[in-house]
């Protein structure tokens, strides 16, 4: 900001606001200096101090107890102020590196249809396919697995082809809390893929193929060859766990 800036009111506002977002999102401040800034930007109530707020949830401070309070203040500040925190809200969304704490307030504060509208975007940007940091993938596809909704079936499955091994187990993960029968090919799919190789993915998807009751029909001559030792097949097709003295 420019000397000429400092010398108008509103210059002299939007300075004092952008140091309050600043001390508000420093990791290294104290947590009464954090808060008192929180607080002064809740007392703002503009489009660019909410915008702030949702920015402390993308900052990890060193105290962890400290820093779960702060976010659970500011969680519940912007519920508070709410329609207000829609447009700031969905701008975080759209942009930001963790999608965490956002997606769980945009979860309370939106239409189911709205915040529909907003995964899509979200989706349209956040395509299977290799990162550096699957951080905000696999934050997106956990709270896909919540969903309760057929077309979140059909956007977490692409997941399973992914590069990243911890985005494929959280896209297992997600199809298994789900429990759409849609899933279950795709999920057999991978199981008896030979390119997968992680173990811990081959495992959840035989407990969730257990655990859902689904068949291996039209899969079972392959998953005989790579189910792990600790699941067998019944007669029917159904993977069962088994028993220890097995």
């Known amino acids: ?101 956002p997606l769980r307030l945009a979860d309370r504060i939106l239409e189911r249809e709205q ?23 696999v934050q997106l596809i956990a709270f896909l697995g919540d969903w309760r909704d057929k077309r979140a079936t059909v956007c977490v499955t692409p997941y399973l082809e992914d590069m990243d091994e911890t985005v494929r187990f959280a896209a297992v993960d997600a199809l298994m809390r789900l429990r759409d029968e849609t899933a279950r090919e795709p999920l057999l799919a991978r199981l008896v893929d030979e390119r997968e190789e992680s173990r811990r993915i081959k495992m959840r998807i035989c407990e969730a193929l257990a655990d859902l009751g689904w068949t291996v029909h039209g899969f079972r001559g392959q998953v005989e060859k790579v189910l792990p030792d600790a699941f067998m097949l019944d007669r029917e097709g159904h993977v069962k766990r088994k028993k220890a003295a097995e």
């Not at 004092?16 to 401040?29: F, G, H």
């Open 1 to 101: 900001m420019s000397l000429r800036d400092l010398l108008t009111r509103e210059g002299r506002a939007r300075w004092s606001l952008e140091r309050r977002i600043a001390k508000a999102t420093n990791k290294w401040m104290q947590s009464v200096d954090r808060m008192s800034a929180l607080e002064q930007l809740k007392a703002d109530g503009s489009d660019q101090a909410i915008f702030g707020l949702l920015r402390r949830f993308g900052v990890v401070s060193d105290k962890s107890i400290e820093d779960e309070q702060e976010k659970e203040w500011v969680f519940e500040a912007l519920i508070d102020l709410g329609e207000r925190t829609v447009p700031p809200l969905r701008r975080t969304l759209i942009g930001t590196a963790s999608l965490a704490w």
């Open 115 to 137: 915040l529909w509208a907003i995964l899509q975007e979200i989706l349209a940007g956040t395509e299977p396919g290799y990162e550096r940091d699957p951080t905000r993938k």
